[in-house]
């Protein structure tokens, strides 16, 4: 069974920085298409970062050029550094599995969700 263990969140001002990370078991990140998501009070939960098994990225609009998601085979874990860090960013954020069609990122998930890890941003 899949587990994923996200940290790494916290409060912070607007214009700040986070690190998350999501620590893996069960499978393997770099065998899988991988992705962030985040699910903000009262919306859906939305992909707004992926990496691909051959390490092609993509972002959601929202955070194009401040967020960077990477991994480390070695640690199995996953990473998403997140500069310029703006109030509407607050939500919990998620790891998880995409599905990737060849030009599509789509969300998709390994059966169970982790907690999640929750960012604030005061402005």
Known sequence: QVQLVESGGGLVQAGGSLRLS???SGTTVSINHMGWYR?????QRELV?????SGRTNYADSVKGRFTISRDNAKNTLYLQMNSLKPEDTAVYY???????GYAY??????SWGQGTQVTVSS
């Open 22 to 24: 999501c620590a893996t």
């Open 39 to 43: 699910q903000a009070p009262g919306k």
């Open 49 to 53: 970062a992926a990496i691909t098994i």
């Open 95 to 101: 790891c998880n599995s995409v599905r990737f069609s």
């Open 106 to 111: 789509l969300p998709s998930d390994f059966g």
